[in-house]
């Protein structure tokens, strides 16, 4: 542990106690000398003008009493070596998810805790090659990302133009932002559409121009957001309406029955070494190329609707084949 090791520790002990601590056991906690004790008090008083108090009475070493007000709290950035290596991991993971704005907001604070990571010695350099949170078939977050962030945590209502994948359409909005969500490596804008008066979710590099609007947006509750979010399959909003039962081969089995495709599935394996899935879902779209992914691998065995869809599904892409020679 070396010296700003120490002042950071120092200060955690002081600070989560209101009674002095002996000198003796600050010295075990960190597993210092007595003189390098007295140096690290004095560097924490000294250049911190950290409230540091020896009570004669007691025997050891507190934090002053605040007059008003939370207690002291070290100057600037801190953190512990377990902390440093939490956010080169959450700095690698935005890297990936989604670089873009998120990196070029996110690169002040790198370069701080690039120099925090020099001097822990923890090697955190290597977090550029060592990990990898690789984002296949991912999308931009898009150039109004900013834009729809800061309405959202402002609370203000957006105007959008938007243009839609599925529809090929364009249209102009009014919404109340609530959530922004990264999911499939895509990020989406959970709003409340004013002309729907519903609510609805776009995809972040599908907006065209966004302006943040004075008036305050409608906030939804938690237990609705959930409910419209949640319930259904996937992405794609509304209360779950229908069951999709599946039944998965010994071999894809050992995969699937880990997965977890919906908050409120339900599993179970059958004596042949199969494993049937319960999934709830509204629109089946998504959970159609989820099972299609799966190949042989898996029988839909209900609801009818969803068996000619995929049989469907799977005749167009054979036919696609049937002539290449």
């Known amino acids: 542990m070396d010296k700003f090791d120490r002042i950071f520790q120092l200060h955690n002990v002081l600070s989560g106690r209101r009674t002095a601590i002996p000198a003796e056991e600050l010295m075990a906690r960190l597993e210092c000398s007595k003189a390098t004790l007295h140096r690290t008090i004095n560097a924490l008083r000294d250049a911190l003008d950290a409230p540091i108090l020896f009570d004669a009475d007691a025997g050891g070493y507190r934090y002053a009493a605040p007059t008003q007000g939370t207690g002291y709290d070290l100057p600037g950035l801190w953190f512990s070596p377990t902390e440093l290596q939490a956010l080169a991991l959450m700095r690698r993971l935005v890297q990936d998810a989604g670089g873009g704005l998120l990196e070029e907001h996110f690169a002040p604070l790198g370069r701080r805790l690039e120099r925090l990571m020099q001097h822990q010695r923890l090697n955190l350099g290597e977090a550029a090659a060592r990990l990898r949170f690789p984002a296949l078939a991912a999308r931009p977050v898009g150039t109004w990302?900013?834009?729809?962030?800061?309405?959202?945590?402002?609370?203000?209502?957006?105007?959008?133009?938007?243009?839609?994948?599925?529809?090929?359409?364009?249209?102009?909005?009014?919404?109340?932002?609530?959530?922004?969500?990264?999911?499939?490596?895509?990020?989406?804008?959970?709003?409340?559409?004013?002309?729907?008066?519903?609510?609805?979710?776009?995809?972040?590099?599908?907006v065209l121009r966004a302006t943040v609007l004075e008036e305050d947006a409608l906030d939804v509750p938690?237990?609705?957001?959930?409910?419209?979010?949640?319930?259904?399959?996937?992405?794609?909003?509304?209360?779950?309406?229908?069951?999709?039962?599946?039944?998965?081969?010994?071999?894809r089995a050992r995969w699937v029955a880990d997965?977890?495709?919906?908050?409120?599935?339900?599993?179970?394996?059958?004596?042949?070494?199969?494993?049937?899935?319960?999934?709830?879902?509204?629109?089946?779209?998504?959970?159609?190329?989820?099972?299609?992914?799966?190949?042989?691998?898996?029988?839909?065995?209900?609801?009818?609707?969803?068996?000619?869809?995929?049989?469907?599904?799977?005749d167009a892409a054979r036919e696609r084949y049937m002539y290449q020679q």
């Open 222 to 251: 938690d237990e609705q957001m959930d409910e419209h979010y949640t319930t259904a399959y996937g992405i794609f909003g509304g209360k779950a309406d229908k069951m999709a039962v599946l039944r998965f081969t010994p071999e």
């Open 259 to 314: 997965e977890r495709w919906h908050p409120d599935q339900e599993g179970t394996w059958l004596p042949d070494g199969c494993f049937r899935l319960s999934v709830p879902y509204r629109q089946s779209r998504e959970l159609v190329m989820d099972i299609l992914r799966h190949g042989s691998g898996v029988e839909v065995l209900s609801p009818r609707e969803l068996v000619e869809e995929v049989r469907a599904e799977l």
């Open 145 to 206: 990302f900013g834009t729809l962030c800061a309405a959202t945590l402002r609370r203000k209502k957006l105007w959008i133009e938007y243009h839609a994948r599925s529809t090929d359409e364009r249209t102009e909005r009014t919404v109340s932002p609530q959530r922004i969500v990264h999911y499939r490596e895509t990020w989406y804008l959970d709003a409340w559409d004013d002309s729907r008066d519903a609510l609805r979710s776009f995809a972040t590099d599908r």
